[in-house]
T-cell receptor
């Protein structure tokens, strides 16, 4: 079974800090990687995708990919209480596999 | 990104009945997907629905229980048949747009009593 693993959390950070969310995947054939944010009672919202090794920045979000280590991360700078949500990591190989999600709480 | 709507947004159904969930997209898309998300759990893919072909079901999901239609490039339905309380879940449709990015509809919250 090709898996995507995430620490379930909860991860708690103070407002203004950097939140670091991590994900590993087992399918070496995975080529595309995604981070979704899911607020309680809502559907997942795509916030970042990354296809190449290295960093990709979009506003306060940075996605990092290391295919050799089969590792993906999401950094959220200047965390805000509105960032409190569950973050799902996904890897696309032959199909899309989702991790179980990490619950993030940003405390004012 | 595509704008996706689902109907109904929620429903409470009796055991043994069936519910059809509709998914409408504001643009033509090739790939549509149906997922289930049970409380506190991640997403489980039920099936992939491509227009003009039979849906492809994941292990553990069968067409008799979850028949899918895909009559055109903007619309799909998922039916949950002969429901039991174990079918209580959130059902989500998604579409592939751009590269491999998937965008999700708002979901249908189903409770089976």
């Amino acid at each position: 079974q090709k898996e995507v693993e995430q620490n379930s959390g909860p991860l708690s950070v103070p407002e203004g800090a950097i939140a670091s969310l991590n994900c590993t995947y087992s399918d070496r054939g995975s080529q595309s990687f995604f981070w979704y944010r899911q607020y309680s009672g809502k559907s997942p919202e795509l916030i970042m995708f990354i296809y190449s090794n290295g960093d990709k920045e979009d506003g306060r979000f940075t996605a990092q990919l290391n295919k050799a280590s089969q590792y993906v991360s999401l950094l959220i700078r200047d965390s805000q209480p509105s960032d409190s949500a569950t973050y799902l990591c996904a890897a696309q190989g032959n199909d899309m596999r989702f991790g179980a999600g990490t619950r993030l709480t940003v405390k004012p | 990104s595509a704008v996706i709507s689902q109907k109904p947004s929620r429903d409470i159904c009796q055991r043994g009945t069936s519910l059809t969930i509709q998914c409408q997209v504001d643009s033509q898309v090739t790939m549509m997907f149906w997922y289930r998300q049970q409380p506190g759990q991640s997403l489980t893919l039920i099936a992939t629905a491509n227009q003009g072909s039979e849906a492809t079901y994941e292990s553990g999901f069968v067409i008799d229980k979850f028949p899918i239609s895909r009559p055109n490039l903007t619309f799909s339905t998922l039916t949950v048949s002969n429901m039991s309380p174990e079918d209580s879940s959130i059902y989500l449709c998604s579409v592939e747009s751009g590269g491999y990015e998937q965008y999700f509809g708002p979901g249908t919250r189903l409770t089976v009593t």
